[in-house]
């Protein structure tokens, strides 16, 4: 079945760096978009950055551009984002997810994973 | 960056009650809207997309209607089950954004 595992997520100081990963699995990787959407504790859904099937396009939130930057590795059915400049804000729950259609509607989602920015 | 409202922030209703739930755009979205299931704990599940078709494997009481700026997410029959947060998202930009939620309690 279509699977979406996140890992990476972790607690850092501000000003640091991290790097999360999402492994794919059940489906054909390389047809798909994929974007990154956080939610921070208690509080809504914020879509963070997607990237297109093949890699070439990206796209970020105001909130991350410049400190943020998405990547994937066709060949290995993962995606990532490495995480520069952190902040406190940036402290939330990180979901992968498979975009659909044109623009990119999101199914299906990983489980998340936890980045916590705190000194 | 398009703007998405939902009204109310929260409902209760009791089961077997119709639920509505309204998302606003700020600007026209023609039918580029999805909507999200989110349970306590739990990733975001779609419920619909294209702003009325109905994802496969999801309960028929859920439909979605609308275009342009306004659009409405119905639950004909609440159930138990249907206690969670709905959000809604717009995909007709780059810069794809979600509104803040409606959280739907059981009375």
């Known amino acids: 079945q279509v699977q979406l595992v996140e890992s990476g997520g972790d607690l850092v100081k501000p000003g640091g760096s991290l790097r999360l990963s999402c492994a794919a699995s059940?489906?054909?990787?390389?047809?798909?978009?994929m974007s990154w959407i956080r939610q921070a504790p208690g509080k809504g859904l914020e879509w963070v950055s997607y990237?297109?099937?093949?890699?070439?396009?990206?796209h970020y939130a105001d909130s991350v551009k410049g400190r943020f930057t998405i990547s994937r590795d066709n060949a290995k059915n993962s995606l990532y984002l490495q995480m520069n400049s952190l902040r406190a804000e940036d402290t939330a729950v990180f979901y992968c997810?498979?975009?659909?259609?044109?623009?990119?509607?999101?199914?299906?989602w990983g489980q998340g994973t936890l980045v916590t920015v705190s000194s | 960056a398009i703007r998405l409202t939902q009204s109310p922030s929260s409902v209760s209703a009791s089961t077997g009650e119709r639920v509505t739930i309204t998302c606003r755009a700020s600007?026209?979205?023609?039918?580029?809207l999805a909507w999200y299931q989110q349970k306590p704990g739990k990733a975001p599940k779609l419920l619909i997309y294209?702003?009325?078709t109905l994802q496969s494997g999801v309960p028929s009481r859920f439909s979605g209607s609308g275009s342009g700026t306004d659009f409405t997410l119905t639950i004909s029959s609440l159930q138990s089950e249907d206690l969670a947060t709905y959000y809604c998202?717009?995909?007709?930009?780059?810069?794809?954004?979600f509104g803040p939620g409606t959280k739907v309690d059981i009375k």
């Open positions: 998202q717009q995909y007709y930009s780059d810069l794809r954004t």
């Open positions: 294209a702003a009325s």
């Open positions: 990237i297109s099937s093949s890699g070439s396009t990206k």
């Open positions: 600007q026209g979205i023609s039918s580029y």
């Open positions: 997810a498979r975009g659909q259609g044109r623009g990119n509607w999101f199914d299906p």
């Open positions: 059940g489906f054909t990787f390389s047809d798909y978009s």
